[in-house]
């Protein structure tokens, strides 16, 4: 049973720092693509950050340099740490998996796994 359970989401002040966690059950890392999306409402879902499973990243240009994702294959877990928020960084953050090695096509239908999102808020 695969499922993605993210947390650490939360009301901070523009500046601030934030790490989002996601607890992965029931796939590996070695075989998945991870990432993390985050939608307002009355848009479409954007992509933040992935990480494939050979450990490259990329980022969407409005977080390069201030976000960094990781994956923790001993805790099972992927991370969004998150610096210098500002307010436009608000929004509900998912954490995704893509039964595919490398992110590719860097496209949101690639995912096929869905956490239920954690909500971070910056003022």
């Known amino acids: 049973h695969v499922q993605l359970v993210e947390s650490g989401g939360e009301s901070v002040q523009a500046g601030g720092s934030l790490t989002l966690s996601c607890g992965v059950s029931?796939?590996?890392?070695?075989?998945?693509?991870m990432a993390w999306f985050r939608q307002v409402p009355g848009k479409e879902r954007e992509g933040v950050a992935r990480?494939?499973?050979?450990?490259?990243?990329s980022y969407a240009d409005s977080v390069k340099g201030r976000f960094t994702i990781s994956h923790d294959n001993v805790k099972n877990t992927v991370y969004l740490e998150m610096t210098n928020l500002t307010p436009e960084d608000t929004a509900m953050y998912y954490c995704?998996?893509?039964?595919?090695?490398?992110?590719?096509?860097?496209?949101?239908?690639?995912?096929?796994?869905w956490g239920q999102g954690t909500q971070v808020t910056v003022s």
């Open positions: 029931g796939i590996s890392f070695s075989d998945y693509c």
């Open positions: 990480i494939d499973s050979y450990g490259s990243t």
């Open positions: 995704a998996a893509a039964p595919k090695k490398k992110c590719y096509p860097p496209h949101v239908r690639l995912y096929n796994v």
